[in-house]
């Protein structure tokens, strides 16, 4: 079965330029998560979906950051303009909804962003 | 708002040796999940054990168990027999049991297994 994919890897920018990050989530997974997460810190989350809606976005910048997920199956993270303190691993993680929904999370490799 | 604190910031073990991670949080639910994930070094992170709070009785994958003190709000993880694939970050993680919400996650302790 195929995991959660993430692109790309890594991402060095500059400050104030713009970035954008893809993930897949495992089929059949309605929920998809965004977290961030901070060197020497746990994950924190930035957005949640189920299919093509949004649950929760309350720590989402949005005066920077903005996520879509269209078609309710991959979905896209953008930072514009990117600030020094966006660094950090962005993480995409995919879930059951409803009765299926245990609890866990499957997550993707990251996406590694430094900015310069 | 929930939280979740884990006071050790880095643990060692010897080889084939048991150590012990803490965690412990915050809720005035009654109904949660508690979680344990491995981030090995620039790998994905994955599950290692999972627990329902209405359960008493402690959950158990093969080397790995947890003392989950309900009362307290306590829920360490016990590693028996480490190896040195057990090197990781380990995250102590929540998740409300209404609804479809999300991992609530501690800052992590890097553990290090020594040959």
């Known amino acids: 079965e195929a995991g959660v994919a993430q692109s790309p890897r890594y991402k060095i920018i500059e400050k104030r330029q713009s970035v954008a990050f893809w993930c897949n989530p495992i089929s059949g997974h309605a929920t998809l998560y965004w977290y961030q997460q901070i060197l020497g810190q746990g994950p924190k989350l930035l957005i949640q979906?189920?299919?093509?809606?949004?649950?929760?976005d309350s720590q989402l910048p949005k005066d920077r950051f903005s996520a879509e997920r269209l078609k309710g199956v991959d979905s896209t993270l953008k930072i514009q303009p990117a600030k020094l303190e966006d660094s950090a691993v962005y993480l995409c993680?995919?879930?059951?909804?409803?009765?299926?929904?245990?609890?866990?999370?499957?997550f993707g490799e990251g996406s590694r962003l430094t900015v310069l | 708002a929930q939280t979740v604190t884990q006071s050790q910031p880095e643990m060692s073990v010897q080889e084939a040796e048991t150590v012990t991670l803490s965690c412990t949080y915050d809720t005035s639910e009654s109904d949660y999940y508690l979680f344990w994930y491995k981030q090995p070094p620039s790998r994905q992170m994955i599950l290692v054990i999972r627990?329902?709070?209405?359960?008493?009785q402690n959950a158990t994958e093969n080397r790995f168990s947890v003392n989950f003190q309900k009362a307290a709000k306590s829920f360490s993880l016990k590693i028996s027999d480490s190896q040195l694939g057990d090197a990781a970050m380990y995250f102590c993680a929540y998740r409300s049991g209404s609804g479809n919400t999300p991992l609530v996650f501690g800052k992590g302790t890097r553990l290090s297994v020594i040959a």
């Open positions: 979906f189920q299919n093509n809606g949004v649950v929760d």
């Open positions: 993680a995919s879930s059951f909804a409803g009765s299926l929904n245990t609890g866990e999370l499957f």
């Open positions: 627990q329902e709070a209405y359960k008493q």
